[in-house]
């Protein structure tokens, strides 16, 4: 959907490694968004981005970072992992508002496990 | 603040059956309001939206209606089909804002 890729796609790791999780859009939009989904939690917003190297804290933000340096490509890191940090990451992006309430679109999602 | 206050699933269904799925809303303004459908192992796609009071948003044989009096935007379909067993979040965005908020999702199972 609007041509977003999420990788890896799943990824084991070990607590206290660094992961970096990658989104690459190809529709041009301004707005993106990292989220993590867990049972009972429903979709938490992590970090979003309204523009190139504009980015800001979404509910869930302790323990990641990210980062935009181009319009296609958002980065969310998780400096040092933890167990509490296991779930399905889910990237998003929205076209710009000028062109009305817009809805998001969604990448299949990250499965990450951190033991 | 704004919320999505969504039923409590799972729902469970045989196929053919009518589905309702409830979707309350709070918001400071006047919201476009949203549903997405989420298949297993895959992320959330659009169902359907409506962006004012008494628009019908439809798609696929869903359809939900704005409703400004009630703050509502009620999922429903006529006929449900096994291949509609997923997970339906409904969601609202307010002009301006660039952060939607999503209700936290309703399970439908249908069985053949």
């Known amino acids: 959907d609007a041509g977003i890729t999420q990788s890896p796609r799943h990824k084991v790791t070990e607590t206290g490694t660094p992961v970096t999780l990658r989104c690459h859009q190809t529709?041009?939009?301004?707005?993106m968004y990292w989220y993590r989904q867990d049972p009972g939690h429903g979709l938490r917003l992590i970090h979003y981005s309204y523009g190139v190297k504009d980015t800001d804290k979404g509910e869930v933000s302790d323990g990641y970072s990210v980062s935009r340096s181009k319009t296609e490509d958002f980065l969310l890191t998780l400096e040092s992992a933890t167990s509490s940090q296991t779930s399905v990451y889910f990237c998003?992006?929205?076209?710009?508002?000028?062109?009305?309430?817009?809805?998001?679109?969604f990448g299949d999602g990250t499965r990450l496990s951190i033991l | 603040g704004n919320s999505v206050t969504q039923m409590e699933g799972p729902v469970t269904l045989s196929e053919e059956a009518f589905l309702t799925i409830n979707c309350t809303y709070t918001a400071t303004g006047y919201p476009s309001l949203f549903w997405y459908v989420q298949y297993p192992g895959e992320g959330l796609q659009l169902l359907l939206k409506a962006t004012k009071a008494d628009d019908k948003g439809s798609n696929k044989g869903f359809e939900a209606t704005y409703r400004k009096e009630t703050t509502s935007f009620h999922l429903e379909k006529g006929s449900v089909q096994v291949s509609d067993s997923a997970v339906y979040f409904c969601?609202?965005?307010?002009?301006?804002?660039?952060?939607?908020?999503f209700g936290r999702g309703t399970s439908l199972i249908v069985h053949p």
């Open positions: 969601a609202l965005i307010l002009g301006g804002s660039y952060i939607p908020t």
């Open positions: 529709e041009n939009h301004r707005y």
């Open positions: 998003a992006t929205r076209d710009r508002e000028e062109v009305g309430n817009q809805p998001q679109h």
